[in-house]
């Protein structure tokens, strides 16, 4: 029996490529902030400030996980000063999170199983699919995107 080794190609280094989105849950347009260093609190100012002016005379609330970066008071006043009220998912909850959905899309649509030659490819395969959302991808997203949560109640417990 003759043994061969076989190469995978895979990507050398470590980059990372940051994005911040909002999605708005009905009609499900979506706002990015992208990145190739570290998401702050002023990428999440920019973040509502694109989101608010896309809401014109509506109430808005944003729902968002528990980052240090969303709860700081610069963002807290921001949201404040264009009436938008901050809503925090409890820890450890993604699956509350619409976001956290279009995320796994995302990543079964570009990522798995792909190579990329450089960085730059990798950027744009991620752009293009978040680009895509309302046009190549409308079709998948409603049943992936749905605002129906499974309730839970209480646990009764049945003595042994």
């Keep these: 029996m003759v043994r061969a080794r076989i190469f995978v190609r895979a990507p050398a280094g470590r980059q990372r490529f940051k994005v911040l989105g909002a999605l708005n849950a009905l009609p499900h347009e979506l706002v990015t902030v992208t990145n190739d260093t570290s998401i702050t609190a002023t990428e999440v100012g920019t973040l509502v400030r694109q989101r608010a002016a896309l809401t014109l005379g509506v109430p808005l609330t944003l729902v968002l996980d528990n980052a240090r970066y969303q ?68 079709s998948a997203l409603p049943s992936l995107l749905t605002l129906r949560f499974q309730l839970l109640t209480k646990a009764q417990f049945v003595p042994a």
């Design 71 to 138: 709860r700081c008071a610069q963002v807290v006043t921001l949201a404040a000063s264009l009436q938008i009220e901050l809503c925090f998912l409890p820890p450890y909850s993604p699956n509350l999170n619409l976001i956290e959905r279009l995320w796994k899309f995302v990543k079964k649509q570009c990522l798995y199983s792909t190579y990329y030659a450089d960085f730059a490819a990798f950027q744009t395969a991620i752009a293009q699919c978040l680009a895509q959302t309302q046009t190549t991808h409308r």
